[in-house]
């Protein structure tokens, strides 16, 4: 089992590295992923996600630490990707580990102060890139964040509990991230939150993918979005009126 950590740290707290490492270290960390189950991946996250905000925005998150396995050697292919999504464009303060945007796969002992020469994995690295390029935008970490609703596709059909959504909107802007966070294909009609979009042509443009949907406002105001992903698919879309 991989877990990814969420540390309490008081707000409007000025930390040194040592000081945070220390709360790191020794924290009582709250478990947002397994590698176990097939529902429990998306609900698990959910009910995680549920906490107030005044919680959410006191927490540390991270996928790896130094008293954590590598994410790249334990999270299977596509989950470590899906996992960091949700992991990074969360509420909180967003840790990354040495090595990590290169998919560094050895596990070091901070006590050596030095380690193994890796190859980089250059999926992972592209991949760290665009993540971090979406962090860097303001409204990731100023907006307003919302966890968002997602309901079946069609009767009968209960692939929608592997979903996690949440928005973040402010200044005219929006970005609405859904994760498929199981390792089957799924749909869902994500609600969302912007009443607004009614009668107007909307465009969803992927920040991670070349991807990009236009839909009619009026139906995701009525219905919500659907969403169609394969194992451990995501988006993390953009939301512009024409």
């Known amino acids: 089992m991989h877990k990814a950590g969420a540390v309490m740290v008081p707000a409007n707290t000025r930390l040194s590295s040592n000081e945070m490492t220390s709360i790191l ?11 176990d189950g097939l529902l429990d991946h998306a609900r698990a996250v959910r009910e995680h996600l549920l906490a107030g905000l005044d919680f959410q925005n ?6 790896e630490n130094h008293d954590e396995p590598r994410a790249a050697a334990t999270f299977a292919p596509g989950m470590h990707e899906a996992a960091g999504v949700i992991t990074y464009l969360s509420p909180g303060l967003r840790f990354f580990h040495q090595g990590q945007f ?30 971090l390029a979406v962090i860097r935008q ?17 009767e009968g059909n209960w692939t929608w ?67 169609d992903l394969p194992p451990w698919g995501y988006h993390v879309f953009e939301v512009t009126t024409a």
């Open 25 to 35: 270290s020794h924290a009582e960390i709250s478990v947002m992923f397994t590698c």
């Open 58 to 63: 006191r927490l540390a998150r991270f996928l």
């Open 138 to 154: 303001s409204i990731v970490r100023e907006g307003q964040w919302r966890l968002l609703e997602c309901v079946p596709a069609w």
């Open 102 to 131: 290169a998919g560094s796969r050895k596990r070091i002992s901070p006590h050596l102060v030095r380690g193994p020469q890796e190859p980089p994995d250059g999926a992972l690295h592209e991949y760290h890139a665009r993540l």
């Open 161 to 227: 509990e592997c979903f996690v959504a949440w928005s973040w909107s402010g200044e005219g802007q929006r970005r609405v991230m859904v994760v498929n966070y199981a390792g089957n294909q799924s749909q869902c009609y994500v609600r969302l939150p912007f009443p607004e979009l009614g009668g107007h042509a909307v465009r969803f443009t992927d920040l991670t993918s070349p991807a990009r949907y236009d839909r009619a406002g009026s139906d995701l105001v009525s219905q919500g979005l659907y969403v």
